[in-house]
């Protein structure tokens, strides 16, 4: 599956933005997926992971309450809404795709990347 991560720019602090992440293919539904984010110098992080289905999401506490992952088989994309956005949320966000459960937090364990689309949060 090829990914294509869009929607990043530049919002204030308390604003809102929404990611989408395209997918090849006509297996996307056999992936669970997720995103990922690096900020300069740090180590790239979970952010959210959504099952097969859609039904199950599992979130890191820092975006817990603030972010939605939905995804939408039938058009192959899923999509990330970050709201009440902080400085310490600029990252290149990354969407990712694994074959397995999406209960799973490793970077490692996610055959499949998208390019990467930067946000950046002014305080």
């Known amino acids: 599956v090829q990914l294509q991560a869009s929607g990043g720019g530049l919002v204030q602090g308390g604003g809102y933005l929404s990611l989408s992440c395209a997918a090849s293919?006509?297996?996307?539904?056999?992936?669970?997926m997720g995103w990922f984010r690096q900020a300069p110098g740090k180590e790239r992080e979970f952010v959210v992971s959504?099952?097969?289905?859609?039904?199950?999401?599992y979130y890191a506490d820092s975006v817990k309450g603030r972010f939605t992952i939905s995804r939408d088989n039938a058009k192959n994309t899923v999509r990330l809404r970050m709201n009440s956005l902080k400085p310490e949320d600029t990252a290149v966000y990354y969407c990712?795709?694994?074959?397995?459960?999406?209960?799973?937090?490793?970077?490692?364990?996610?055959?499949?990347w998208g390019q990467g689309t930067q946000v950046t949060v002014s305080s």
């Open positions: 293919g006509r297996t996307f539904s056999t992936y669970a």
């Open positions: 990712a795709a694994r074959t397995g459960t999406y209960y799973n937090t490793r970077s490692h364990d996610y055959a499949y």
């Open positions: 959504v099952s097969r289905t859609g039904g199950s999401t």
